[in-house]
């Protein structure tokens, strides 16, 4: 082959890996709706009629969507929302207001765009602004929360159902919004949702099953109740099926011939025993497809030019990577000092069947250590030991049960450890120049009583 030949072949794998990263990374990292639904059909049907009467007909409602972490919540409003707006009726005509009640809150349409952190004041104003009404001027927002719900309400009640743009609202994170004072600005959303002549719909998504016995009575009076439920119900051999699903190229990839050879290599890695057991391993542990699409983008992240096709090796070690202990990882950093007193709470742990101790208990423990061991090198003042559980306080490695009192002793506020035996002896194996008489230690089955 001549190097003119060379390098165009070059150009091209270069140009076909690229647009396989691409697709894998869209389909990974971002909550994009261009992937498959799994075992969400009747679900999806559900949703999507809910909205096509909003958008369609005029007409208003409120609905949860109600499932685990990871049970697919926003993929299913994103496929719903991507089909409604592909449709002729719906157009660019609705306006959708996203709002998360962990910290963040925006509007979203193709011409509006904000974020903010919310509060029911904050969430309003922002809502006032970039719906322009009455009382803004410029960026600025005038008047007090009252003001600007009255604005708010007033302005869509004045809208026609048949002319209006319909409005929806998204709450994400909705159980928390219940924490807000008073659940004001629920309780006005389903009120509108119920008696506004614009078309509005709010939709709820979490993950709290007993959400409605939170809400308020005024709050729930004015719900619909309509609720729609995701569970991760599927088995093994469907898992494998989403595996495939997930890291196959889609028909319409420039290059067939590579888009062929990718997608048999995926049919040859589900068969894989190696990848079955990685695969096993991660199902058991949750069903979380978020926690299957980092796997694929870990072992996603080793294609290259030079190796174009993922193997089985490539899954194993984003196994590795994905089910890396966090917890474990800080232990490898403390000092002897502070690993002796994790060892220490370790075999208090095993003598006290997992009570909670303090760390007095904890302070004894490691003394009876130095006097079986007899070695100065561990012979830390008290003030000094104190300063080093505190550090593994402030690490999060230990939890105090109850938040202290300002007229605590510190030394009896009682403990848990937020690591087991398995952690610690496994962060042990491979910390750096441990002394063998504290690996010793903590091997041994008793406390030094």
Known sequence: M????????????????SQVQKILRERFCHHCA????????????????????????????????????GSGKTALLNHVLKDLREMKQVRENLLEVHLNGNCQFFIKNPFLSGLLQTNDKVALKEITRQLQLENVVGDKVFGSFAENLAFLLEALRKGDRTSSCPILF???EFDLFVHHKNQTLLYNLFDISQSAQTPVTVIGLTCRQDILELLEKRVKSRFSHRQIYLMNSFDFKEYIKIFKKQLSLPAEFPDESFAQKWNNNVQHLSEDKTVQ??????????????????????????????????????LQEAGRQHSTDSKANIVHGLSVLEICLIIAMKHL?????????????????FQKFIQRKAHSMYNFEKPVVMKAFEHLLQLELVQPLERPLARAQ???????????????????????????DVKQWATSSLSWL
């Open 2 to 17: 001549s190097k003119r030949k060379l390098k165009e072949s070059s150009a091209e794998s270069a140009e076909c890996i």
């Open 410 to 436: 510190r030394e009896y506020l009682l403990m848990k450890l937020l690591l087991d035996s398995s952690q610690i002896m496994n962060a042990l194996q491979v910390y750096p120049n441990c002394p063998t």
């Open 277 to 314: 057991d990685v695969l096993q391993n991660l199902f058991h542990h949750t069903k979380d497809l978020r926690s299957l699409h980092l796997l694929l983008m870990l072992a996603g992240s080793a294609v290259t030019v030079h190796h174009p096709l993922l193997t089985a090796a490539d």
């Open 34 to 69: 261009a992937g498959e639904l799994f075992g969400m059909e009747q679900q999806y049907r559900h949703l999507l009629e809910l909205l096509k009467r909003t958008t369609v007909h005029g007409e208003s409602n409120s609905a949860l969507i109600i499932g685990p972490r």
């Open 349 to 365: 742990n095993e003598v006290y069947d997992g009570e909670p101790f303090n760390f007095q208990m904890v302070y004894n423990e």
């Open 170 to 172: 998204v709450l994400d």
